[in-house]
């Protein structure tokens, strides 16, 4: 299923910022789901938390050993995909074992590369493939920028929003000299916007004064139609789809798909 999106050949976007609850798990989940409606997509669980796996309604019990096990060599990528309740969505769930990578890598010359070494095999089933990265810089998300085309960076209007920011530019720009050239920012996304807040308009203006237009038009509301979802085990998109956060997302999908459309990757 070909709609007027990416080529075949999946784009791999990571999701990061080292901050915790910013919304990148939210923004994985429900921008994979929305992908899902113009192509098949695929979201890889690289948190230790497995928040991702549990947002899509994949229970701890029903996982295989998923991302780690793809990272570790211990099997391939593609026996490792499993479906989900979203129409065209896949995940690649994240196990405990996750948590115990930088251990069980240390020695491994090819550390740094492994999940690029997992996923590129996969792009050619996949229009896109979405990582939704741990709250840190350490070697998860080290792997997951080396593997991916673009950086998606959400950022939580709030307080500091824009602390830490600089450190994780910096981390992108080190791994595009060196291992991952065609590393690039897809852009920055403002999560849980309160319009009627005036920090929220406060963090908004700052960041588009700071960015320009790297950061997304799309703003992510704060809309408790969203962690509602969440509790249920699916995206917002499926659970009300006439949400303001669900509308949000999938004009965040659209947007998201005319700037890497227009990048032109090779
Ligand atoms: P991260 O993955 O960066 O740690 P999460 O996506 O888990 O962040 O989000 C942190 C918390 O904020 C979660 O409880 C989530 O349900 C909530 N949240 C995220 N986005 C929104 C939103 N737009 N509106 C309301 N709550 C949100
Ligand atoms: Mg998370």
Redesign the pocket.
């Known amino acids: 299923m070909q709609i007027d999106g990416f080529p075949e050949n999946a784009r791999i976007i990571a999701i990061a910022?080292q901050k915790?609850?910013?919304?990148?798990?939210?923004?994985s989940v429900n921008l994979a789901a929305a992908l899902g409606r113009n192509f098949k997509t695929l979201l890889v669980d690289l948190d230790p938390q497995g928040?991702a796996s549990t947002g899509l309604g994949v229970p701890y019990d029903a996982r295989n050993e998923g991302t780690y096990a793809a990272l570790a060599g211990e099997n391939e990528a593609i026996n490792l995909t499993m479906p989900t309740n979203v129409p065209h969505l896949d995940i690649l769930p994240a196990s405990n074992d996750l948590a115990g990578t930088e251990m069980a890598l240390a020695n491994d010359e090819h550390r740094l590369t492994r999940l690029k070494d997992a996923l590129d095999p996969l792009r050619k089933y996949y229009g896109a493939i979405i990582i939704d990265c741990p709250?840190s810089l350490g070697l998860l998300t080290v792997n997951a920028l080396n593997a991916a085309d673009r950086v998606l960076v959400?950022l939580q209007c709030e307080f500091f929003a824009l602390e830490g920011l600089a450190q994780l530019l910096h981390s992108i720009d080190r791994i595009q000299q060196s291992i991952n050239p065609r590393l690039a920012l897809a852009g920055i996304l403002l999560?849980?916007y309160d319009r009627r807040n005036r920090l929220s308009t406060e963090v908004l203006e700052e960041t588009r004064n700071n960015f320009g237009s790297l950061v997304f038009r799309t703003l992510?509301?704060?809309?408790?139609r969203?962690?509602e979802a969440?509790s249920h085990g699916m995206p917002v998109t499926l659970h009300d789809s006439s949400s303001t956060?669900a509308g949000a997302y999938r004009r965040l999908a659209a947007e998201l798909i005319a700037r890497v459309k227009e990048d032109d990757l090779p």
């Open positions: 910022n915790g609850g910013v919304g990148k798990t939210t923004t928040n709250p959400p999560t849980m992510i509301p704060r809309n408790v969203i962690p969440q956060g």
